[in-house]
Structure formats: structure tokens, C-alpha cells
């Protein structure tokens, strides 16, 4: 890629993008990837300023030459899990010999997160989230979860909240293990002093509605608590069985109900009907070796649905969104246009953003370039690294 700079301007254009993905339907071939072919942009400090044929574009001080290259909004993690130490390979080698994925794993995580110091758990978060740039992502939501403690949830929601304005509380991850035998205290604990210490630090509050975790009343409970002090709901839901925690998310208005695996014609239709986002999260089910979620049941439904990593030490090691696009389109049964979709567009619609994951005049400038000539190579093409060059806020970055 080659470029021209002047110092007198801020308007930068980028031209010569063999294919480029807007996520707005009325641009290009009215497809709701919005896709143009020979086209440009035109940014203006950290937003696009115009998006059309590269025939029609207006005159700038400062050109880059896209090179032929397919050009994608850069890719809305609305799911991961980044605070943390240590690693579980033999958790996960014994999957891989036959047994399989419970929440009790995350046990072993919370111990190492606790025992670790603050350096080493920001550390730890700038590696994965520079491996997660190089791959496209350019926003990430990320949560604390493996602290359990008053103190230790709410440093790494501290630690988290340097690094991206989304950020969840989920000190309902599980029962802390402090509080075995009395899990109502924990809860107690959650909805009151560890809440009030961690909502100056967080946007959104989460529980993991499960068994073995926590159930439906308690989910309501912590999540009501949440709200009652301006965080916003989405819930773990419907992972490894099925249960209340879908048709609560619609109930309570999350804006993402995630996982979504084991689905009952009630859920899906709850999920239609609301504002919820289906986040599905397939590096989880390729990880833990556990049935697909089946997203062509939730899209054949009308429901919005969001493709996200759910990067963590336990359940889905993976920070590649990439990786995620290509397993939802072979497993899961999505179009490569409908993945594409769902990780970045539908990402954002689980932020319940609009200034992000597509590209359009006054989104933020963050641009995904691929070293190939379109975006149905993500999934094509599995395994090989074919984000180029990154783009955030109008800056390139990667
Ligand atoms: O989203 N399911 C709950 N939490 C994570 C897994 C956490 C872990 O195993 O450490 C998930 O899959
Ligand atoms: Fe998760």
C-alpha cells in the first residue's frame, strides 16, 4: 500500500478497494452489507466523511492506495473475557480426550487472577488485545468475572476500563468459592457492595444464568440490582442447557443474550419479538467440543444476531474473530455476508452502538483491509491471516 500525505489536511482518502462492505443497505448493491466494487473513502479526522465509487470521489490532499485489497469495518468483539492470569491447557487436553466443559474451571482462573498482580493482569489484556487488533477488532467489549472478591472485581473492571468504554460487570460469573455454602450471601454481596464498588467503572452488568452458576431468580435479582444503579443488562444464557436465561434478557431488555446453544421455540420466538441481541460465540462450542448454535433458525426468525469471540482461558481460547466467521459459516450454518454481518454490524448492534461496525459518513473511521479482493475470503479461506492493515479512528494502527 502506497500513500501521499500533505500536512494541510485531515481528509484522507483511500481509494482503489477492490470491494468494499458499508453495512448500509442503501449504498452499493442494496444488500444489507451494503457492498460497492471499485470504491473509496473519504475520512475526516477520526470519522468517514464519504463512502461511493472510487469514480465519484472527491478531491483530497492525502491518498492511500488500497492496492486492489477488500476493505470491511473493523470487527465489533462484543464478547470477551480478558482480565485474567494463567492458563488451563490441561483443563483443555482433557477435554480433548473426552471430558467435557463445566463452570467449574473457572475456579483455577479465579485463583491465578486473584494472586496476580495489577501489572501482570494489564499485561496479560494488552496481549490479547494486540493479537485481537492484528486480527481486525477494533472495538471489544471485556469483563471481569475470574475476581469473585469486592476488590478484586472492581481493579479489573479499573484495569479493563483503561483500555475500551465497554466494559461489564459479571461478578455473577460463579458462586465464589468464599461463599460455598452460601451462595444467597454472595448474591447479596453482587447486588450490594461489590456493585456499588464496580459500577463507577463499568457500562454493563452480566450474569452466567446457568446450572451449576446461578438461576433464573438470582439472575433477575443481580441483573434488576444492575439496572437500579444505570448498568445495562446482557446475559450469559441458554450455554450448556437450556433454561430462563434468554426469555430474562428479553424481559429485562439486554441488549445481548449470549451463547444461545440450547433453544427452545419459545426462546427463539421471545428473541424475535424483542431488542435482544443473539450473540452466538462459536469458539466456545469448538473449544468445549459441544453442539453448534444453530444461527440459521435465529436468522430464518427475524432475530439479530452478533458474532463475538468470547476470548477466555477456559471455554474459547481464541482472540481471532476471523477464526469465529469461518467456523460460523461452516457450522453454523451463515452466509458469509450474514457473518460478516453479525461481527461487525451486528457487534455493535449488541453495544447498542450505531458509530461503529460499518462504513458510512459520521462512523468512526475503523477499517479492516484484507489481502484478498473480498470479504467471502474470511471464510474461504480459514486459518490464514489475511487482515492486512488496521485502521482505528482514522489512524492506521496495525
Ligand atoms: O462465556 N460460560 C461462562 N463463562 C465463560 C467461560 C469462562 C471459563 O471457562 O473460564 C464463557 O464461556
Ligand atoms: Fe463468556
Known amino acids: 500500500m502506497s500513500s501521499r500525505t500533505s500536512t494541510t489536511s485531515t481528509n484522507t482518502l483511500i481509494t482503489n478497494i477492490a470491494s468494499l462492505v458499508t453495512n448500509d443497505p442503501s449504498l452499493g448493491d442494496g444488500s444489507p452489507l451494503g457492498l460497492i466494487q471499485n470504491a473509496a473513502v473519504v475520512i475526516d479526522g477520526d470519522r468517514i466523511a464519504w463512502t461511493g465509487e472510487k469514480s465519484k470521489a472527491p478531491a483530497t490532499d492525502n491518498q492511500v492506495d488500497a492496492g486492489g485489497r477488500a476493505v470491511i469495518p473493523g470487527f465489533v468483539d462484543s464478547h470477551s473475557h480478558l482480565v485474567f492470569a494463567g492458563d488451563r491447557t490441561q483443563e483443555f487436553n482433557a477435554r480433548m480426550s473426552g471430558r467435557s466443559y463445566t463452570a467449574g474451571g473457572i475456579r483455577t482462573t ?3 487472577t486473584r494472586a496476580a498482580s495489577d501489572e501482570d493482569l494489564e499485561r496479560n489484556l494488552v496481549h490479547y488485545l494486540g493479537e485481537a487488533l492484528r486480527q481486525g477488532t477494533t472495538t471489544f467489549e471485556t469483563k471481569s468475572g475470574y475476581g469473585l472478591t469486592v476488590e478484586d472485581e472492581s481493579r479489573a473492571l479499573r484495569i479493563a476500563a483503561a483500555h475500551t468504554d465497554e466494559v461489564t460487570y459479571l461478578g455473577a460469573h460463579i458462586v465464589s468459592p468464599d461463599y460455598a455454602d452460601d451462595p444467597a450471601g454472595y448474591v447479596a454481596l453482587v447486588t450490594g457492595q461489590m456493585l456499588d464498588a464496580c ?10 444464568c ?13 441483573l434488576t440490582a444492575g439496572k437500579a444503579k444505570g448498568l445495562h443488562p446482557r446475559v450469559h444464557a441458554n ?5 430462563p436465561g434468554v426469555q430474562l434478557a428479553v424481559e429485562l431488555d439486554a441488549a445481548s443474550a449470549d451463547h444461545c446453544t440450547h433453544l427452545t421455540d419459545a426462546d427463539v420466538d421471545a428473541l424475535a419479538s424483542g431488542n435482544t441481541v443473539a450473540t452466538l460465540l462459536p469458539g466456545a462450542e469448538f473449544s468445549t467440543r459441544a453442539e453448534w448454535p444453530d444461527a440459521r ?28 466467521i469461518a467456523l460460523a459459516v461452516r457450522d453454523m450454518r451463515m452466509t458469509p455476508d450474514e457473518a460478516i454481518w453479525s461481527a461487525t454490524a451486528g457487534g455493535a448492534a449488541a453495544l447498542r452502538r450505531t458509530d461503529i461496525g460499518r462504513i458510512t459518513p459520521g462512523a468512526y473511521a475503523d477499517l479492516a483491509f484484507l489481502d484478498a479482493p473480498s470479504h467471502v475470503h474470511l471464510a474461504y479461506r480459514p486459518g490464514v491471516p489475511l487482515v492486512s492493515q488496521v485502521w482505528r479512528r482514522g489512524v492506521p494502527v496495525a
Open 239 to 243: 450455554q450448556l442447557s437450556y433454561g
Open 199 to 208: 459500577v463507577p467503572h463499568a457500562r454493563w452488568i452480566d450474569v452466567f
Open 210 to 222: 446457568e446450572k451449576g452458576a446461578f438461576d433464573g431468580d438470582q439472575a433477575r435479582a443481580i
Open 297 to 324: 433458525r435465529l436468522l430464518d426468525a427475524g432475530v439479530t444476531v452478533a458474532l463475538s469471540t468470547d476470548c477466555n482461558p477456559g471455554s474459547s481460547f481464541t482472540s481471532s474473530v476471523p477464526f469465529c
Open 110 to 112: 479465579v485463583a491465578a
